[in-house]
C-alpha cells in the first residue's frame, strides 16, 4: 500500500509543469521533480544532495527567503531567477511551506517555483507598447486640448450669460418688490378715480414685469442645467384646483367661460413635482386667457392608464382664441417665439412660456402635443407618469381670509433693505401684528435670545450674517423651535433643500402675496403653540425640568401623528429592558452586557431631543466598558442616566396618549 502510495505521490508530482523541490534543513536537496532538472540543466542524481541556493543569480536572497519559510510555517510568490548551466535564466516566483514528522518536528521544506518568463515577457510587451501607444497619443492630445479649450471658452460665455442673467433678474426683483407692495398698500387707502387708476395702472406693470422676470430666470435655470423635480406625495385634484382658483377673477373680467373636467378614476395622492406640475398648467392657462376673447376655456384631466406602481395621466387646455398658423407650431416651443409677430405687440408676453412648459415636461419623461386652427382656438396637451404611493401629502395651507380673530402675534423681519423693512411693518401692521425690525441676521439671533417672538420671516441674502447662517445657529446653539419662513426674491433658483436642512420651515416669495403671507404665519403658529400646550413649551423655550424635545422627531417625521406615535411606542417598548440591563450588568461588574446595553441606548437621546449632555454621558459609560478605565463617577453617571431614561419615558407616555387623542378625534 505504500509503495501504491508514493508512486502516485510521484507521478503528481512529475505531473506538475512547474519545478518542484524538496529541501533539507541545511539547504540541501533531497528530491525533485522532472521538470527541475529540465529548467536547471542537470539529471536528478547529479542535482540530489547539492546546494539549493547555488542555482539562483542571488544566492544570498534565495537563502533569506528559505529561512523565512522556516520562521512563518510559509512564503507565497517570492521574485527570484532560476539560472540553467547554460546561463539561461528563468523567472520564478518561490512558494514553499514547512513539512514535518509524525511527531510535529520540522524536517525541511516544499518549494514550487512557478514559471512566469512568459508572463514577465508578455508584460514588458506590454508596457514597451503602452508606452509607444501614449507617445503616439501625445500628438493627439495637443489637438484635443486645443479643441477642448475653444469649447470650455464657449461654455464660459453661456455661463457668464446666465449668471448675468440670474443675479441681474434678482437685483431686480428687489426694488420691484417694494415698487408693487407699496402700490397694494396704496390702493387701500382713500383714493379718488383718477389716483386708483394710475395706481392700477402702476400694479399691472409691476406684476407683467414680474413675469417677465421670473420667465428670464426659468430660462437661465433650463439653461444652466439646474432645474431639479421632487418625488413627493400631493393631491393632483387640488393641485388643478388651486391654479385654476387664481384666474377665477381675470376669467370673469373677460367674460370667458371655464370648463373642468377632473377624471374621478385618478388617484387621490400621487409621487410628483407640484411645484412644477403648477408652473406647467399656470403657463398654459395664462397663454389661454391671453389670447382669447370669446368664448371658453376648458381644461381637461384623463387618467389614461395605471398599474400597481403608476398612473399616467393626460392633461389638455383648450381655448377658443386666435390660434396658431400652422406653419409657426414647429417652432411655438423655442425661446422667445410667438404665434405671429403681432402677438407680441397686440398681447405682451416674451415668447418664454411655453419654451418654459416643454423643458419642464421633458426631463420629467413626459411629451407636449399642440393642435391649433387660426382664429379657431388651440389645444395643449401633455402626458406624465406619476409613481403611486401610500404616503400622505404635508399639509396644504390654506389661504386664509384677513380677519382680526389671529391676534397678539409678535413678528421678527430679519430683512436688510430699508424699503423691504419698511413694506413688510406696513403689511403686518396691517394685519395687527406685532413687528420687529433686525437688520440682518446677527442681530436677529440677538434678539432672539433676549425676547420672545412667535414667527421668524428671514430674508435669505444679508450682510454679516446670512439667512441659512442665522437659521442654523437659531436651530443647533439656541435650541428653539420658532417657525422660520424664508422671505426670497428668486423664489425659482433658491435652494430649497437648503432651507430644509437648516430648519426652515417655509418660504415665501417676494413680491409677497398678502394673503398667502398672513396665511403662513397664522397657520405656523398654530402649529407651533398647539405643539407647545402639547409639551409643556413656554413661548420658545423648553420647560424648565422636562428632558424631551420633539422638535427633531417632528422633523424627522413631518409631523405626523402616526409616524411620532410609533416612535415614541418603540423607545417606550425598548427603553426600560435596558435601563435594567444597564443597571443589572452594573451590579454584575459584566462590562460586555453593559457596553451592549448602553450602546443601544445611546442613539435615542438625539431622537427624541434628551440633553446631548446624556448622551455623552452615556458614551463614557460605554468608553469604561470597554476599556475599565478611568472609573471615577462612572456609578453616578448609570443612575443619572437611569433618572432620565425613566422621565423621558413618563413624559413621552403622555406624548403618546396626547397624539392618540388628536387623531382620535380627527
Known amino acids: 500500500m505504500e509503495n501504491q502510495a508514493s508512486r502516485y505521490a510521484r507521478s503528481l508530482t512529475e505531473a506538475s509543469l512547474d519545478p518542484l523541490v524538496t529541501i533539507s534543513a541545511e539547504g540541501k536537496i533531497m528530491d525533485m521533480n522532472r521538470a527541475t532538472a529540465n529548467i536547471i540543466g542537470l539529471t536528478h542524481d547529479e542535482i540530489t544532495d547539492s546546494d539549493f541556493f547555488d542555482y539562483f543569480t542571488e544566492p544570498h536572497k534565495a537563502r533569506e527567503v528559505y529561512q523565512e519559510v522556516f520562521k512563518k510555517g510559509s512564503v507565497a510568490d517570492y521574485p527570484l531567477t532560476l539560472r540553467h548551466v547554460t546561463g539561461k535564466l528563468t523567472d520564478v516566483l518561490f512558494n514553499g511551506s514547512v513539512y514535518k514528522d509524525d511527531v510535529g518536528n520540522v524536517l525541511g521544506v516544499v518549494i514550487v517555483a512557478r514559471d512566469v518568463t512568459d508572463q514577465k515577457r508578455i508584460a514588458n510587451e506590454l508596457t514597451e507598447a503602452k508606452e509607444f501607444a501614449e507617445q503616439a497619443n501625445e500628438v493627439a492630445q495637443i489637438a484635443k486640448e486645443d479643441a477642448q479649450l475653444a469649447t470650455h471658452n464657449a461654455e464660459d460665455a453661456v455661463k457668464a450669460k446666465q449668471q448675468f442673467l440670474s443675479n441681474m433678474s434678482h437685483e431686480?426683483?428687489?426694488?420691484?418688490?417694494?415698487?408693487?407692495?407699496?402700490?397694494?398698500?396704496?390702493?387701500?387707502?382713500?383714493?379718488?378715480?383718477?389716483?386708483k387708476e394710475y395706481l392700477t395702472a402702476i400694479k399691472m406693470s409691476g406684476d407683467a414685469l414680474i413675469v417677465l422676470i421670473n420667465d428670464i430666470l426659468d430660462l437661465a435655470k433650463v439653461d444652466a442645467g439646474k432645474m431639479t423635480f421632487e418625488q413627493i406625495p400631493f393631491r393632483p385634484e387640488l393641485s388643478v384646483s388651486a391654479m385654476l382658483h387664481l384666474f377665477k377673477q381675470k376669467i370673469l373680467e373677460k367674460n370667458l367661460k371655464l370648463e373642468?373636467?377632473?377624471?374621478?378614476?385618478?388617484?387621490?395622492?400621487?409621487?410628483?413635482?407640484?411645484?412644477?406640475l403648477h408652473q406647467i398648467i399656470l403657463n398654459?392657462?395664462?397663454?389661454?386667457?391671453?389670447?382669447?376673447?370669446?368664448?371658453?376655456?376648458?381644461?381637461?384631466?384623463?387618467?389614461?392608464?395605471?398599474?400597481?406602481?403608476?398612473?399616467?395621466?393626460?392633461?389638455?387646455?383648450?381655448?377658443?382664441?386666435?390660434?396658431?398658423?400652422?406653419?409657426?407650431?414647429?417652432?411655438?416651443?423655442?425661446?422667445?417665439?410667438?404665434g405671429s409677430s403681432d402677438s407680441s405687440r397686440l398681447y405682451?408676453?416674451?415668447?418664454?412660456?411655453?419654451?418654459?412648459?416643454?423643458?419642464?415636461?421633458?426631463?420629467?419623461?413626459?411629451?407636449?402635443l399642440v393642435e391649433s386652427e387660426l382664429n379657431k382656438g388651440s389645444t395643449f396637451s401633455?402626458?406624465?407618469?406619476?409613481?403611486?404611493?401610500?404616503?400622505?401629502?404635508?399639509?396644504?395651507i390654506e389661504i386664509l381670509e384677513l380677519n382680526g380673530d389671529s391676534k397678539n402675534i409678535k413678528i421678527l423681519v430679519a430683512e436688510d433693505v430699508p424699503l423691504n423693512q419698511l413694506l413688510m411693518k406696513t403689511i403686518l401692521d396691517e394685519f395687527g401684528f406685532e413687528c420687529d425690525i433686525a437688520e440682518n441676521g446677527k442681530i436677529a439671533v440677538e434678539k432672539l435670545k433676549v425676547n420672545d417672538y412667535d414667527i421668524v420671516l428671514m430674508d435669505l441674502q444679508m450682510p454679516e450674517m446670512n439667512g441659512f447662517e442665522a437659521t442654523r445657529y437659531i436651530r443647533n446653539k439656541l435650541n428653539l423651535n420658532i417657525p422660520v419662513v424664508a422671505l426670497t426674491a428668486d423664489v425659482t433658483t433658491v435652494d430649497l433643500e437648503k432651507c430644509k436642512a437648516v430648519g426652515m420651515n417655509d418660504y415665501i416669495a417676494k413680491p409677497v402675496d398678502?394673503?398667502?403671507?398672513?396665511?403662513?404665519?397664522?397657520?405656523?403658529?398654530?402649529?407651533?403653540?398647539?405643539?407647545?400646550?402639547?409639551?409643556?413649551?413656554?413661548?420658545?423655550?423648553?420647560?424648565?425640568?422636562?428632558?424631551?424635545?420633539?422638535?427633531?422627531?417632528?422633523?424627522?417625521?413631518?409631523?405626523?401623528?402616526?409616524?411620532?406615535?410609533?416612535?415614541?411606542?418603540?423607545?417606550?417598548?425598548?427603553?426600560?429592558?435596558?435601563?435594567?440591563?444597564?443597571?443589572?450588568?452594573?451590579?454584575?461588574?459584566?462590562?460586555?452586557?453593559?457596553?451592549?446595553?448602553?450602546?443601544?441606548?445611546?442613539?435615542?437621546?438625539?431622537?427624541?431631543?434628551?440633553?446631548?449632555?446624556?448622551?455623552?454621558m452615556a458614551k463614557k459609560v460605554q468608553e469604561f466598558a470597554s476599556t475599565q478605565q478611568q472609573t471615577d463617577g462612572i456609578s453616578d453617571m448609570v443612575l443619572q442616566l437611569e433618572k432620565v431614561c425613566t422621565q423621558a419615558c413618563e413624559e413621552l407616555n403622555i406624548e403618546y396618549n396626547v397624539l392618540k387623542i388628536g387623531i382620535n378625534e380627527n
Not at 373642468?260 to 412644477?276: C, S, T
Open 284 to 338: 398654459l392657462v395664462s397663454n389661454a386667457i391671453k389670447f382669447t376673447t370669446v368664448g371658453s376655456i376648458k381644461v381637461s384631466v384623463k387618467l389614461m392608464s395605471e398599474n400597481d406602481e403608476m398612473a399616467t395621466l393626460q392633461f389638455t387646455v383648450s381655448d377658443t382664441g386666435i390660434g396658431v398658423d400652422k406653419a409657426k407650431l414647429e417652432t411655438i416651443f423655442d425661446n422667445f417665439q410667438q
Open 348 to 368: 405682451g408676453g416674451t415668447g418664454l412660456g411655453l419654451a418654459i412648459v416643454k423643458q419642464l415636461i421633458e426631463p420629467q419623461g413626459g411629451t407636449i
Open 382 to 396: 401633455f402626458i406624465l407618469n406619476f409613481p403611486k404611493t401610500n404616503e400622505n401629502p404635508e399639509t396644504e
Open 172 to 195: 431686480i426683483r428687489t426694488p420691484m418688490n417694494a415698487i408693487i407692495g407699496f402700490t397694494k398698500v396704496l390702493l387701500k387707502t382713500e383714493l379718488n378715480a383718477k389716483q
Open 260 to 276: 373642468v373636467e377632473y377624471d374621478k378614476n385618478i388617484p387621490n395622492v400621487l409621487l410628483g413635482d407640484p411645484v412644477r
Open 514 to 616: 398678502e394673503r398667502l403671507l398672513y396665511s403662513k404665519i397664522v397657520s405656523l403658529v398654530k402649529q407651533s403653540s398647539a405643539y407647545g400646550e402639547q409639551n409643556g413649551f413656554n413661548g420658545n423655550r423648553q420647560q424648565k425640568g422636562k428632558c424631551t424635545d420633539l422638535v427633531y422627531l417632528m422633523q424627522r417625521t413631518k409631523s405626523n401623528p402616526e409616524l411620532m406615535m410609533e416612535m415614541i411606542s418603540l423607545y417606550l417598548e425598548q427603553t426600560p429592558p435596558l435601563v435594567d440591563a444597564m443597571k443589572r450588568s452594573m451590579k454584575n461588574k459584566d462590562w460586555n452586557s453593559l457596553y451592549s446595553a448602553v450602546h443601544k441606548m445611546i442613539p435615542s437621546f438625539s431622537i427624541m431631543g434628551i440633553n446631548h449632555h446624556f448622551e455623552n
